[in-house]
Structure formats: structure tokens, C-alpha cells
Nanobody
Framework: QVQLVESGGGLVQAGGPLRLSCAASGFTFSTYVMGWFRQAPGKEREFVAAAWNEIITDYADSVKGRFTASRDNAKNTVYLQMNSLKPEDTAIYYC??????????????????WGQGTQVTVSS
């Protein structure tokens, strides 16, 4: 069966770094766009970043320049390196998988598979 398992979340001081990982299985990882979304309490789940392949990435304006998405297809793993974290980055972070031709990367309904999320808390 398809599984996406996030890890690496935790508590970090504002300004610090954190790296999230998402291990995928049960589908052909290299043919899917891998996305990162986040959801804070009382807010909609929002797009953070996506990795089309091992080279091409997209980012939300709110994280551009601070976060870096990457992937290792040989390991079936996608990463989100988060630097210069702010309290407003606090959220549950989810990884998700989308077929390449199926719509925009920032629209959550275009994703086929979702992980259970990992909590990131940024303290001030």
C-alpha cells in the first residue's frame, strides 16, 4: 500500500534550522511531484514547496529564500530544509504526492497521496 511518512519535526527557536524528511513507498516515486503543505490551528492547509524532480522546485512566497525542497529518488525520500524559522511557521507539515500532469502543485486537491504530518513548533 501507499505510505508517506514524515519525520524530523520538533521544537526549535526562532531563527534556527530544521530538516523534515518524508519516506515514500507503494508507488513509483520518481514519476510523482512531491509537495509539502502545512496547516496551523484554525487555518486552511497551505502549499509550502514542491519538488518536480531532483532539480526543479517551487515555493510559496512566504518561505522562498528560507526553505529548500529536495529529493533523492534512489531513497524514495523528499526533504524540506527550513532555515531562519519564524513563529508563524508553526504548523503541522505534510508531504504529498501528485501525478505530474494533474494540475497545479499548490492546489491540495491535485494530490493523490498524503502523509500523516509532523509537528513543527517555532518558539520566540
Amino acid at each position: 500500500q501507499v505510505q508517506l511518512v514524515e519525520s524530523g519535526g520538533g521544537l526549535v527557536q526562532a531563527g534556527g534550522p530544521l530538516r523534515l524528511s518524508c519516506a515514500a513507498s507503494g508507488f513509483t516515486f520518481s514519476t510523482y511531484v512531491m509537495g509539502w503543505f502545512r496547516q496551523a490551528p484554525g487555518k486552511e492547509r497551505e502549499f509550502v514547496a514542491a519538488a518536480w524532480n531532483e532539480i526543479i522546485t517551487d515555493y510559496a512566497d512566504s518561505v522562498k529564500g528560507r526553505f529548500t525542497a529536495s529529493r533523492d529518488n534512489a531513497k524514495n525520500t523528499v526533504y524540506l530544509q527550513m532555515n531562519s524559522l519564524k513563529p508563524e511557521d508553526t504548523a503541522i507539515y505534510y508531504c504529498a504526492a501528485k501525478r505530474r500532469v494533474l494540475g497545479m502543485v499548490n492546489k491540495r486537491s491535485n494530490y493523490d497521496y498524503w502523509g500523516q504530518g509532523t509537528q513543527v513548533t517555532v518558539s520566540s
